[in-house]
Every structure is written in C-alpha cells, then in structure tokens.
C-alpha cells in the first residue's frame, strides 16, 4: 500500500496478556518511530530505528515493552504482561531519510486492557 | 532534552474569526512539522518547516518558523467549521521528533 500500515486496529487484551502490534511503513522509508497517545494527549516518543538499529528506546516506559524490526522494513511493538495504564493508541511513523523529508503516520492500533 | 510546548490547549472560535496558535520548543531543531487530528483519527501533516524564516500557507492556515526564538505558528484565518479539530505541533532534531500537548479547536457557527 502508499501509506503507513498497521494492525490491528483494535486490540483488547486481558491485564497479564502479552500483546504485539505491527507497523508496515511506507517502502524504502529509512527512519521509523513508535508513539504512544493517551487519551487526550500527544503522542509520547517510545523508540525510533533507522534501518534495523534501534538507535534510541529511550521513551519505552519500562521493560515490558519491546520494539523489532529485524530486517528494517516492518516493525514490531511487543508489550509483555499489559497493565491497564498501557492502554492507548500506539502510532507508528515513517521517514524517508533528508532533511526534507516529512514523516507519516499510520491510523495507529487501539490497545484497550481489561 | 528536547521539550515542546504548545499553547492555547483548548480554542473557541467563531466562524469567520482568526487566531494564531503557538509552539515554543527547547534545543536546537533540524525541521518542525504541524499536524491536524480529526477524533479516532491518525495525524494529517500539514506542513512541514525547515528553516528560520519559513513560512508556508495551505487555505485559510498559515504556517511560520523562528529557529532563534525556538518559535513556530499557525496562523487561522477566517476560521470556518471543517477546521475544528485537534492541532499537533512536533519537532525534530538529530533522532528525537517530539509533540506538543495539542491544541483543541472548536469552531462555532
């Protein structure tokens, strides 16, 4: 597809459930970012790769989270043992490299712990 | 740390009305973007800024950069009802791109 792709849409999981959203970003895009947005909030940074180096995963908020992307195309954000406090919207962004490049977002998966 | 700051957070305009939206960021930029988010909606770029003194226009906004103030703008003219929604700033430099909290437009007939 063009644009940034991710799945699923919609996901609840039970608190304790481990759970892995997907991010397909737009081919040939370099750089890739993970965002995190609350309810009524922006995005909060969680981790950016370029390529398949995750150069910085400074804003996941514990380790519980983790963040892939082996083969620098698609990218994987897994959370272990969800807590009621990761539920969110999780949004994925890619770039192509250049200063004057935009980035792209995705329609973002909603995570909803119960 | 790369810190942005938007403000106002919550906007109420009048049809027809202008205004202008602020960010201020802390470090050093290499671009800053403007974002709209439409409720249950991912974010729509909408314009792109890479240098002191940009400034760009698409319809009735106005976007400006001053990287010596660490300042960007969106200017809102003649606002009409399609333009409510919620407006993100978020800046970019070396690996980070960070958001402002958002700004909240209503427009009212």
């Known amino acids: 597809g063009a644009g940034v792709s991710q799945s699923p849409r919609y996901k609840v999981a039970k608190r304790g459930q481990d759970v892995a959203l997907r991010c397909d970003p737009i081919?040939?895009?370099?750089?890739l970012f993970w965002y995190q947005q609350a309810l009524g909030q922006g995005p909060e940074f969680l981790t950016y790769?370029?390529?398949?180096?995750?150069?910085?995963k400074s804003g996941l908020p514990s380790d519980r989270f983790f963040a892939e992307r082996p083969e620098g195309s698609v990218s994987t954000l897994k959370i272990q043992r969800t807590q009621q406090e990761d539920s969110a919207v999780y949004l994925c962004a890619s770039s192509f490299e250049g200063r004057s490049t935009e980035a792209f977002f995705g329609q973002g998966t909603r995570l909803t712990v119960v | 740390e790369l810190k942005v700051e938007q403000n106002p957070l919550f906007l109420s305009m009048q049809e027809g009305k202008n205004y202008t939206i602020y960010c201020n960021y802390s470090t050093t930029s290499d671009r800053l973007y403007w974002y709209r988010q439409d409720p249950g909606k991912s974010l729509e770029s909408l314009f792109v800024?890479?240098?002191?003194?940009a400034v760009k226009q698409e319809g009735r906004l106005m976007a400006s950069l001053d990287t010596k103030a660490r300042l960007s703008t969106l200017h809102i003219t003649a606002a009409v009802h399609d333009l409510s929604a919620t407006y993100f700033c978020a800046v970019h430099n070396n690996n980070d791109m960070r958001f402002g909290a958002g700004t909240r437009l209503t427009v009212k007939p």
């Open positions: 800024l890479l240098s002191n003194g």
């Open positions: 081919s040939g895009h370099v750089s």
């Open positions: 790769f370029q390529n398949e180096a995750q150069l910085d």
